[in-house]
């Protein structure tokens, strides 16, 4: 497609349980980004992809948040044992150079 | 702390009305960025701006980068109830680092 995609748009999950959010970027861009929103607040930077250097994972709230991007590609953004306070949108963003980034529609995590 | 400092956290004006919003720092960016975002929608890239005192204008948005190109404003001119939304800057160091964002209500 034209744009980022992120699947799924909605999950809800008990908490304790694993899951996994996928994105996939624009073609050709080189970062993605991963963010956190609750509601009505900003953007929680997560981890920063570029090309092949090492992510920066600094924004990471605890181990149990882990995140791969698998060939320059697709990401996937995996939350173990998840709490209520994970409960959040996760947004997806690609970027060809940092003067621009373009965000995917997001996924509403829902831990109950 | 926020890298990226906005004021004011919410604004709401009534139709017609302008606004201000600013977006400061005390760290220098490559370039810095706003966006708005709509509820249940990812944030849209309005402008970016890269020169220090650099002023860009998009229909009745305008944007100003501070000449040593650590702040930047966003004003709207006769703001319409379209202008709703959450204004984010984001700034370009490094990597993109977003402001908490200004979330602003056009009232009809």
């Known amino acids: 497609g034209a744009g980022v995609s992120q699947s799924p748009s909605n999950k809800v999950t008990e908490k304790g349980k694993d899951v996994e959010l996928r994105c996939d970027p624009i073609?050709?861009?080189?970062?993605l980004y991963w963010y956190r929103q609750s509601l009505g607040q900003g953007l929680e930077f997560l981890i920063y992809?570029?090309?092949?250097?090492?992510?920066?994972k600094s924004g990471l709230p605890s181990d149990r948040f882990s995140a791969e991007r698998t060939g320059g590609s697709v990401s996937t953004l995996t939350i173990q044992r998840t709490q209520q306070e994970d409960s959040a949108v996760y947004l997806c963003?690609?970027?060809?150079?940092?003067?621009?980034?373009?965000f995917g529609q997001g996924t509403r995590l829902t831990v109950v | 702390t926020q890298l990226l400092e906005q004021s004011p956290q919410f604004l709401s004006i009534q139709e017609g009305e302008n606004l201000t919003v600013y977006c400061n720092s005390s760290?220098?960016?490559?370039?810095l960025q706003w966006y708005r975002q709509e509820p249940g929608e990812g944030p849209v890239l309005l402008v970016t701006?890269?020169?220090?005192?650099e002023v860009k204008k998009l229909k009745r948005l305008t944007f100003q980068f501070g000449d040593a190109r650590k702040d930047s404003s966003l004003h709207i001119t006769a703001a319409q109830p379209g202008d709703t939304g959450l204004y984010l800057c984001?700034?370009?160091?490094?990597?993109?680092?977003f402001g908490a964002g200004t979330t602003v209500t056009v009232r009809a």
């Open positions: 963003a690609s970027s060809p150079k940092n003067t621009e980034a373009f």
């Open positions: 073609s050709g861009h080189t970062a």
């Open positions: 992809f570029q090309g092949n250097s090492a992510p920066d």
């Open positions: 760290s220098v960016f490559s370039s």
């Open positions: 701006v890269v020169t220090g005192g």
């Open positions: 984001a700034g370009d160091r490094v990597k993109l680092s």
